[in-house]
């Protein structure tokens, strides 16, 4: 399952691919590569009624039945609209797999989905679970350190703990990043923890000078794919000027205009330049003659 899991990661299970290889249940098991494949359409009604009826279908407990279940589930807490039944069916779902997953692949990833389903508002009326999503991200810390859930885990237990907006819990969060960090110097989310950091440290800790700095770290590191450039060096740029570091700010100033062609952070940022008695670099001029760009 693996196998069809990553090839559809874009689409039910989006921003989990990096993870999924920790299961690794035989591909073809349960008869479900049609599920599957409309999992990869976003057909998630579909999906569900094809996992539903495998489930069905199989020896409660066994690996066919396992992935059906966690199919069924995924597809409850994904699809469109978001339904009270659904998300509360899910969780039970994900409670029963955990509940026989110990020592089986399926763990982890029944943990962490479960974990995002508590800590996310999905239908009005719903309320995040932070309890629940911390013990769940905290178990596959301590009973999955071979998974590499392990890294996405530490970073939404922190972000659990930062969006209480408790200046203690936000403290403590950026410790334990940081000891994160260290113990796995190399992980391929290093640079998205930083930025939680820098998160931190603007709201709730209101610390400009150390969220500028932790942003600029974060890019040091290579930013994740996806991150929209100039509103992140905007936002290193005011926070560096709000914090009195100036040359900070003029550098990110700067970059948004000779870095970034056709953002409306640029002229701003030429105000803010002369503000701060520094002659701007030129706009970009997409119909200059001598502009590869205008000249087509």
């Known amino acids: 399952m693996n196998r069809r899991l990553k090839r559809t990661g874009t689409g039910l299970l989006a921003g989990l691919s990096l993870w999924l290889a920790s299961w690794s249940a035989p591909a073809g098991q349960g008869g479900l590569d049609t599920a599957w494949q409309e999992v990869g359409y976003l057909n998630y009604k579909k999906s569900a009624s094809l996992f539903e009826k495998a489930a069905k279908q199989s020896e409660p407990g066994s690996d066919a039945w396992i992935e059906a279940t966690l199919g069924l589930a995924a597809c409850l807490q994904h699809r469109q609209p978001d339904?009270?039944?659904?998300?509360?069916?899910?969780?039970?779902l994900y409670d029963r797999l955990i509940e026989i997953g110990a020592g089986k692949p399926v763990l982890?990833?029944?943990?962490?989905?479960?974990?995002?389903?508590?800590?996310?508002?999905?239908?009005?009326?719903?309320?995040v679970d932070p309890k629940t999503a911390l013990v769940c991200y905290d178990r596959i810390i301590a009973e999955c350190?071979?998974?590499p859930l392990i890294h996405p885990a530490a970073l939404f237990r922190a972000q659990v703990l930062i969006n209480s907006m408790d200046k203690t819990k936000a403290s403590g969060a950026i410790d334990w990043l940081r000891q994160w960090q260290a113990k796995y110097p190399a992980n391929p989310l290093t640079s998205m923890q930083q930025m939680l950091i820098a998160k931190a440290y603007k709201y709730p800790l209101q610390q400009p000078e150390k969220a500028a700095t932790a942003y600029v770290a974060a890019e040091e590191m290579g930013l994740p794919q996806g991150?929209?450039?100039?509103?992140?060096?905007?936002?290193v740029a005011n926070l560096a000027q709000q914090a009195g570091d100036t040359k900070t700010a003029i550098r990110y100033y700067e970059r948004i205009i000779t870095e970034v062609k056709r953002t409306g952070f640029a002229y701003e940022a030429q105000l803010r330049l002369k503000a701060l008695g520094v002659t701007p670099p030129p706009l970009f001029n997409p119909f200059a003659a001598d502009n590869q760009e205008g000249s087509k």
């Not at 508002?121 to 719903?126: F, M």
């Open 108 to 127: 982890p990833l029944a943990l962490m989905l479960r974990a995002r389903l508590a800590d996310q508002l999905d239908y009005y009326g719903d309320q």
């Open 83 to 92: 339904l009270q039944q659904d998300k509360e069916r899910a969780a039970e």
């Open 145 to 147: 350190p071979d998974s």
């Open 227 to 235: 991150v929209v450039v100039d509103n992140y060096y905007w936002r």
